[in-house]
C-alpha cells in the first residue's frame, strides 16, 4: 500500500515527529510504500541541519536524512512554511538576501501542491501533528 | 492523475491564536486547483475562523478571514458547520460571514455554501471522505 | 497577597480555565488573553462557571485586541468582565503580587 | 466504509478524544496513541465513555511503546482495548479505508 | 542577590508527548544552584512525570523520569501532589516513585518530600509564592 | 517596576510569541524596566536570522532586534533548548562543528541559570508560552 506522512510539529517539542519517524520506519519494514514525506507547519523545523542535540539524546533530522537515503525517499518541506520559519535551500536563500542555506540533506523544499498531489496519488495519508 | 477523489478538510482550530487556520486555508486555495471533490467542516473552535468583523490589526497580525469569502470562486461549495459547536460556544449561523458561489447550472444564481449540520451528518461526511486533513 | 492568573487557551478545547477558577481564590484576578477570549461571551457552555467565579468575589478580565481579533463583539462579553489592551495588561501585573501563566 | 481515528492528546486535558467519541459510528476504530493513552486506563473520569463506545461496536486501540513510555501497567488498561505496536498501527491504516487524526 | 525568593514551578503536562516536562527539570536542577526555597506542584497530567517503570526506549526518547529521585540532593523537599488530578485519572500516590531527601537537622533520616494536598492547600501555596514557573 | 519575560512558542505557529512583544511594548511604553527578555523551549526559534514571512506579515524577529536596540535589551536564548533546535551563535557552531551561525543581532545565548537569575532580579516574571 501506498502512503503519504505528512509532519506538523518540529522536533522535540512534540512526540509527533517520532511517531510520524516510527509510523514510517515500520511500514517501511512491512513492505509498504512510502510515497512522500510533507513537512508542514512546524514540521519544516525537521529539516534544519543545525541541531545539536545531547549526545544521549535521538537526533530526529539525522534520523530522517540516514531513512531517506537508505529508502530513497522523497522527503518535501512546504516553501511557505519553512520561509516564515526560517528554512532555505541554497535557490530560497539567495532570493531571500541570507547568507547561506540550512537545509539538511535529503530534503528538499517545494510547493503545498506537492501535499494534494500526493493525497491524491497515496492509497493512505498519515498526518502527525500536535 | 484522472481518479477523482474528495478531500474533507476538517477545521477545529480557533483562528490567530495558532498558525493552523491561515495554513489549513493556503492547502484549500492550492488544493482546488487539482480538480478534486472538496468539503470543508468547521467544527469545535474552527468555527471561531469564520465569524463576521475580524480585526486583528491590535494583534499585529493580517486578517486572513476576509480569503474565506472567494472559496466559491475556487469552486468550493460545500462547508459545513457543527451546530453543536456553534450553540456551546454562544454563537448562531447570523454571527458568520456568508459563504456563497454562482452555481453554473442554474443560470450562475448565486447561493449559499453554508450547511448547518449534526455530528451525525458529520460523521457520515467524514466516512465518506477519501483524504482527511485535519488543522 | 493577590495573585493574576492568566489563561491563553480556549476553554472549550483545554481544560487550563478550569483548573485556574479551581486555584484562584477570591482575592484573585484572571485575564483571557490569545484564545482564551472566546470564555468572555455570553450563554456559552463555561460561562455559567465564570459568573460563579465572579460572584464568589474574582475579578475577570479579557484582552480587547484580541476579543476584536476574532470578531467577537464587546456586547456579547459576559456583564462584570472587564476589557483591558496591553496596557491594561501590563498594570495587572503590578497590582496583584504574582503573576500564573497557565499555559 | 470504515475509518481509522486517531488520538494523540490526553483526554484530561484536551476535547479532542470527545470529539472524536461523537463522530466515530460502530464500524470505526479509534487508536490511541502518545499522550492519549493515558486515556486507556480504568478508573479514569473517561474511562466510562470509552467503555459505552466499545459497547456500541467501536473497536479501541491503544499503542503499546507510548504506554510503557508513561509507566503505565498493561493489566490496568480497560479490557477489550487491544494493544499494539507500530507495525499495528501501520496494519490498522490499511485494514480501515481511511485515517482520521484528531490533532 | 542576597533576597531569598520563593519559587514554585507548577508541572502540568504529561511527560514525553511534549518535551515540557524535560526541559522544566533542568530549570528546576538549574535554579536549585542559587539558594532559593523551591516547592514543586505536580497537578493535571503533569502527575504522569512521575509514575513509577517509565520505560521510553520504545519510542527512542530517553528515560529523564529516575532524574527527578536526585531533587533531594538538591535541597529540594517540598513536593505537592494534587490529589484530585490523581483520582481523576485513576491513579494513587502509590503509582507514583516516592521522593526523599535526608534531613540535616535529623540526624540525616531519610524522609519523604511527597505531600498529597487538596486544590485549596494548592491554592495557599501558589498565592504564597514570589516567582511562579508554570510548565 | 522591574518585568522578565519569558518567551516558550517559536514565531507565527502560537500567538505567544507576538502576546510576549506586545506585553514588553507595552511595559516599556509605560515606564518599567524590562530586566531581561528569556527564549525558551521553542522560543528560541525567535532567534533565527533565516525568517522570511511574506511582505504583507509581521517578522517577529526583526521586531525583536529593534525593540531590543532602541531599549538597550537583554535578549538571552537558552543554549540547550537552543541546540536541540538549531539555533547557533559563532562559538556554539564552531564548538558543535557546523558552518555558520544563525542567531540574528541582539540575541545571545547563555545558559538556563539567566532565567533563574533574572526571576529573582525582577518583581515580576511574565511566561508567554503555549
Redesign the interface.
Known amino acids: 500500500m501506498k502512503f503519504t506522512i505528512q509532519v506538523n510539529t518540529g522536533p522535540f517539542t512534540h512526540q509527533a515527529s517520532d511517531s510520524a519517524y516510527r509510523f514510517t520506519l515500520a511500514a517501511l519494514e512491512s513492505g509498504h510504500e512510502i510515497h512522500r514525506i510533507f513537512f508542514?507547519?512546524d514540521g519544516v523545523n525537521n529539516a534544519t541541519m543545525m541541531c545539536a542535540p545531547p549526545q544521549d539524546d535521538r537526533n530526529l533530522q539525522v534520523l530522517w536524512t540516514e531513512l531517506a537515503a537508505q529508502y530513497e525517499l522523497d522527503m518535501v518541506v512546504c516553501v511557505?512554511?519553512a520561509q516564515?520559519r526560517g528554512i532555505m535551500d541554497k535557490k530560497e536563500s539567495e532570493r531571500n538576501g541570507k547568507e547561506f542555506a540550512n537545509i539538511a540533506p535529503g530534503f528538499q523544499i517545494s510547493?503545498?501542491?506537492q501535499?494534494?498531489?500526493a493525497?491524491?496519488?497515496s492509497d493512505r495519508?498519515m498526518?502527525f501533528?500536535d | 492523475?484522472a481518479?477523482i477523489?474528495s478531500?474533507v478538510y476538517?477545521n477545529?482550530?480557533?483562528?490567530?491564536?495558532?498558525?493552523?487556520a491561515l495554513?489549513s486555508l493556503?492547502?484549500v486555495l492550492?488544493?482546488a486547483?487539482?480538480d478534486?471533490q472538496v468539503k470543508l467542516i468547521f467544527?469545535?473552535?474552527g468555527v471561531?475562523q469564520l465569524?463576521?468583523?475580524?480585526?486583528?490589526e491590535?494583534?499585529?497580525?493580517?486578517n486572513f478571514?476576509k480569503t474565506y469569502a472567494a472559496l466559491g470562486d475556487y469552486d468550493i461549495t460545500e462547508i459545513y458547520i457543527d451546530q453543536?459547536s456553534l450553540e456551546?460556544?454562544?454563537?448562531s449561523i447570523d454571527?458568520l460571514q456568508e459563504l456563497v458561489y454562482e452555481d453554473e447550472d442554474d443560470d450562475w444564481k448565486e447561493k449559499s455554501s453554508m450547511r448547518l449540520v449534526s455530528?451525525e451528518q458529520?460523521?457520515s461526511v467524514?466516512?465518506?471522505?477519501?483524504?482527511?486533513?485535519?488543522? | 497577597m493577590a495573585t493574576l492568573h492568566t489563561v491563553?487557551?480556549?476553554p472549550?478545547?483545554r481544560n487550563s480555565l478550569d483548573t485556574c477558577l479551581s486555584l484562584c481564590n477570591n482575592s484573585g484576578s484572571i485575564l483571557l488573553i490569545?484564545?482564551a477570549v472566546?470564555g468572555a461571551?455570553?450563554?456559552?457552555?463555561v460561562?455559567e462557571r465564570l459568573v460563579k467565579a465572579i460572584e464568589s468575589g474574582v475579578k475577570i478580565f479579557a484582552l480587547?485586541?484580541?476579543l476584536?481579533?476574532?470578531?467577537?463583539?464587546e456586547d456579547?462579553v459576559i456583564e462584570k468582565i472587564t476589557l483591558v489592551?496591553y496596557t491594561g495588561f501590563v498594570k495587572l501585573a503590578t497590582e496583584n503580587d504574582r503573576v500564573q501563566s497557565w499555559l
Request: charged fraction near 30%.
Open positions: 508542514y507547519h511557505a512554511a516564515r510547493g503545498l501542491g501535499l494534494v498531489e493525497a491524491v496519488a495519508l498526518v501533528g | 492523475m481518479e477523489k478531500f476538517i477545529r482550530k480557533a483562528p490567530h491564536g495558532t498558525i493552523y495554513e493556503e492547502v492550492i488544493g486547483a487539482f478534486q467544527m469545535d473552535d471561531y465569524t463576521k468583523n475580524q480585526d486583528p491590535g494583534i499585529g497580525m493580517k478571514s453543536e456551546q460556544r454562544g454563537l454571527d455530528r458529520l460523521a467524514i466516512d465518506s471522505a477519501d483524504v482527511l486533513l485535519n488543522f | 491563553n487557551k480556549s472549550f478545547e490569545e484564545d472566546v461571551l455570553r450563554n456559552t457552555s460561562s480587547g485586541e484580541d476584536k481579533a476574532r470578531g467577537l463583539p456579547r489592551d
